[in-house]
């Protein structure tokens, strides 16, 4: 399981500031669903509540998925500390780097399309990175896709890059992706010569972005919501950037000493809008795309094999890098899960898809340090 895309070093980078945003109003009505005649609900909803304490997140929300029983979505806590407002099964939260399985869906509807293959190379694709890109004749979009490439994650690697959100988020908000990899990647060595190893990088779709939007003539929010939002009516889900208060608040304990602070502000500024992890949805509208992908509903039979077939390296442990295109791989009580893990400073958020059993799992808190996941292994036998 590949947990990646928190901004690990900002703890260390604030040294004492505390100059932090003023959150917004409460979030507009939606409606919510009431779970509480579904015959699991007591026992959901006390497993929910003790993750909430033991993470210690203002809110959290969960959705378990399962034959042979309704769907059951349950809230938890507080999605605006300010305000005090109750948490809501249909409130919008950010994703993270869940986003990537919604990427590498386009960039396979392309192959299949015909208008690029997975072994194309990146300055065939964008011929204005040769030179700029090291070995960009050699990095293919399967590597992109695989995090093989090993181009650099400015996310968790550059304290630049972090630095840039802390002092300035409003000016890094407005940065293109293209000044994104101008400033953070354009002439950085590689980690590894391409396809021989792993390494987590959020630069890699950042890119598959850009691949996206020059074989379709579109933006990306576009395409995603052409093939993916509105077919699946996904009504609550986006990317494009939008005014932002009907977004769950994210928080983090940033001095370690249990007080949160709002940073609803840096989120926005390092994820909206992004390829890497900028999509904002809600927990049913995340079922909904893991069922039509996992049950073939989103691509053929011949490119979902492609997206979960693992990525097997000598350089990983035991030879698995439990990582497909754009979906990791997670070992549970179930047997192997896919999904993908999202976190900024303020949320964590969690899809995942059972093969077993068809099972799917939502699980999100905004509360951007890890948690203990292992209500999963009791709930979803």
């Known amino acids: 399981m590949k947990t990646r895309y928190i901004l690990t070093l900002l703890p260390v980078l604030l040294a004492g500031c505390e100059s932090l945003d003023v959150p917004q109003s409460p979030a507009e009505p939606c409606s919510p669903v009431s ?6 609900h007591q026992t959901y909803l006390a497993e929910l509540q003790q993750y909430r304490r ?9 959705l378990i998925q399962k034959p042979g029983e309704p769907r059951w979505i349950g809230a938890v806590g507080k999605s605006n ?26 960039t396979l509807k392309l192959q299949e399309q015909g208008k ?8 065939t694709l964008l011929p204005g990175l040769k030179g700029r890109i090291p070995q960009a004749d050699q990095i293919t979009v399967r590597h992109l896709l695989s995090h093989t490439s090993g181009i650099v994650d400015p996310p ?27 400033t953070y990647v354009y002439g950085k060595p590689l980690h590894f010569t391409p396809g021989t ?12 972005g850009q691949i996206i939007e020059q074989k379709t003539g579109q933006r990306l929010h576009e395409v995603l919501d052409g093939w993916i939002f509105r077919p699946l009516g996904m009504n609550d889900t986006y990317l494009d950037v939008r005014d932002d208060r009907n977004v769950v608040r994210g928080y983090a304990d940033l001095y370690g000493n249990g007080r949160l602070y709002d940073v609803s502000h840096w989120d926005r500024a390092d994820t909206d809008g992004g390829a890497d992890g900028g999509i904002i949805s809600t927990a049913a509208d995340l079922a909904t795309f893991a069922d039509a992908l996992f ?8 490119s979902l094999s492609e997206m979960v077939k693992p990525t097997l390296l000598p350089t990983c442990p035991s030879g698995d890098c439990e990582y497909g295109l754009g979906v990791e791989h997670w070992k549970t009580g179930l047997g192997t899960a896919y999904g993908h893990n999202g ?17 799917i799992f939502v699980l999100y808190k905004n509360n951007g340090n890890g948690s203990d996941k292992s209500l999963m292994d009791r709930l979803m036998p």
């Open 35 to 40: 779970y509480v005649n579904h015959p699991r």
């Open 54 to 62: 033991k993470a210690n997140a203002p809110g959290s929300l969960l």
């Open 81 to 106: 500390l300010a305000y005090q407002t109750d948490l809501r099964v249909c409130d919008q939260f950010r994703v993270g780097s869940i986003t990537k399985m919604f990427v590498a869906v386009a």
């Open 116 to 123: 690029l293959r997975l072994d194309d190379r990146l300055a």
């Open 156 to 182: 968790n690697e550059s304290i630049a890059y972090q630095l840039s959100i802390v002092d300035d988020y409003q000016a890094r908000f407005k940065l293109t992706t293209e000044q994104l990899l101008t």
């Open 197 to 208: 190893a792993w390494s987590y990088s959020n630069a890699n779709y950042w890119l598959l």
């Open 295 to 302: 049950n073939g509903n989103l691509l053929a039979e011949g």
């Open 343 to 359: 976190g900024s400073v303020g949320i964590e958020a969690n899809l995942l898809f059972f093969p077993k059993n068809k099972g």
